[in-house]
């Protein structure tokens, strides 16, 4: 069975601060996508990553897929007040192209100001 | 825009009703989605299908069924409500035709059973 862990289950920190969201996997991933979901929304896909390796920016958020496809990091830079919500990654799931998703946990970020 | 909308934002129903939770999407995706969330327990995955009057099971379809007559809708069915069922659930849809599609996402319906 494919599963994800994400670590921590909960961050709270300051405006400003630096922060790390990683996503762990003991199975082999021909991708892996991120979402935030904000209080009362459903979630909204940030980026997918593809290839091993491979680092993707968006403004203070850098993605990093593992040379391994088997974890993912999320990092994000000067954390803002915008930035609060959950932080979920998921992976493709199952055999052939069924478009079923496999999600972690979840990472709840609260940003105070 | 991509739209994924679910009939209710909140629902209360009691133990033994049979509820119904409808879901539209406007983009002509061919996958569909029922999930619940729940804290610390991620999305889990109830049904889903990948065409008209096509269904699968998804992680935890008891106590579930689902239909799907026509392509842009996708119902969620709980047969005799209980309060176990009491959760948060999303509806989400995506394309077919290749890997690596994102899923997009209603906003949810929270639902509580007395």
């Known amino acids: 069975t494919q599963l994800l862990e994400q670590s921590p289950q909960f961050l709270s920190i300051q405006e400003g601060e630096n922060l790390t969201v990683y996503c762990n996997s003991s199975s082999v991933f021909s991708s892996l996508q991120w979402y935030r979901q904000e209080p009362g929304e459903g979630p909204v896909l940030l980026v997918t990553v593809v290839t091993g390796g491979e680092v993707k920016k968006l403004k203070r958020l850098t993605f990093q897929f593992g040379d391994a496809r088997k974890d993912s990091s999320l990092h994000i830079t000067a954390a803002q007040p915008g930035d609060t919500g959950l932080y979920l990654c998921a992976g493709e799931g199952g055999s052939g192209n069924t478009g079923k998703l496999i999600f972690g946990q979840g990472t709840t970020l609260q940003v105070k100001p | ?114």
């Open chain 2, 1 to 114: 825009d991509v739209k994924v909308t679910q009939s209710s934002r909140y629902l209360v129903k009691r133990t033994g009703e049979k509820v119904f939770l409808e879901c539209v999407q406007d983009m002509d995706h061919e996958n569909m989605f029922w999930y619940r969330q729940d804290p610390g327990l991620g999305l889990r995955l109830i049904y889903f299908s990948y065409d008209v009057k096509m269904k699968e099971k998804g992680d935890i379809p008891e106590g579930y069924s689902v239909s799907r007559e026509k392509k842009e809708r996708f119902s969620l069915i709980l047969e005799s409500a209980s309060t176990n069922q009491t959760s948060m659930y999303l509806c989400a849809s995506s394309f077919a035709g290749a890997y690596n599609q994102p899923q997009h996402f209603g906003d949810g319906t929270r639902l509580s059973i007395l």
